[in-house]
């Protein structure tokens, strides 16, 4: 079946300016995650959602990160006013139901730049 | 809070030689553990993980790796490496919600001829 997708692919953008990453995760998984990779460095957590809300955000650097997931499926991540230290790689990950044996799967990434 | 500890952020082996990777972790709750691989420009894919059922976990492309409590450890290995596993692995522990993983810094794995 399909995997978790995640366009763009590629975004290079200007410092200041706002940017959108979508995730589709695979049918089914009422759980999605968002997380950040910088060169040379594991993931790190950003937010997890189960179904539409916000199950834990604490991982948003600031208030210039927001994500939603209006209808439980498709998540979008918005960050405002971007900065050069946001730029790095963007991962969703979707899981069944969440949990401690769930297993996350991972899409293959939104490199984003910021010039 | 949990972490994870890679050591090693560069492993160079010759193919068919043992893979060793080793990956320590810190947790106040019993851990659930999972190695990932990242190929050149693709996403995170499972080989394995640990979800307190046998304390050797086998995994895909013949990894497997073995949780250790008293040395709070869960090293992957792979008898006999292909040219096929370079890559990079990543170590990973659920935090004590169970839901976002903690990721260790990674280990870039060479195999050379």
């Known amino acids: 079946g399909a995997g978790v997708s995640q366009t763009p692919s590629n975004k290079v953008t200007e410092k200041g300016k706002y940017v959108e990453l979508r995730c589709d995760p695979i049918?089914?998984?009422?759980?999605l995650y968002w997380y950040r990779q910088s060169l040379g460095q594991g993931p790190e957590f950003l937010i997890y959602?189960?179904?539409?809300?916000?199950?834990?955000d604490s991982g948003l650097p600031n208030d210039r990160f927001f994500a939603v997931r209006p209808e439980g499926s498709v998540s979008t991540l918005k960050i405002q006013r971007t900065e050069r230290g946001d730029s790095a790689v963007y991962l969703c990950a979707s899981s069944l139901a969440g949990g401690g044996t769930d297993t996350q799967y991972f899409g293959p990434g939104t490199r984003l730049t910021v010039l | 809070a949990q972490s994870v500890t890679q050591l090693g952020s560069h492993v160079s082996v010759s193919e068919g030689a043992l893979v060793l990777l080793r990956c320590n972790y810190s947790s106040s709750v019993p851990p659930y553990l999972f190695w990932y691989v990242q190929y050149p420009n693709q996403g995170l894919q499972l080989l394995l993980k640990?979800?307190?059922?046998?304390?050797l976990v086998k995994g895909i492309n013949g990894f497997e790796a073995e949780f250790k409590k008293s040395e709070t450890s869960f090293h992957l290995t792979k008898p006999s490496a292909h040219m096929s596993d370079a890559a990079e692995y990543f170590c990973?522990?659920?935090?004590?919600?169970?839901?976002?993983?903690?990721f260790g810094a990674g280990t870039r794995l060479a195999v050379h001829p």
């Open positions: 049918s089914g998984h009422t759980a």
């Open positions: 959602f189960q179904g539409t809300g916000a199950a834990d």
């Open positions: 990973a522990v659920k935090d004590g919600g169970y839901n976002k993983l903690i």
């Open positions: 640990y979800t307190s059922a046998a304390t």
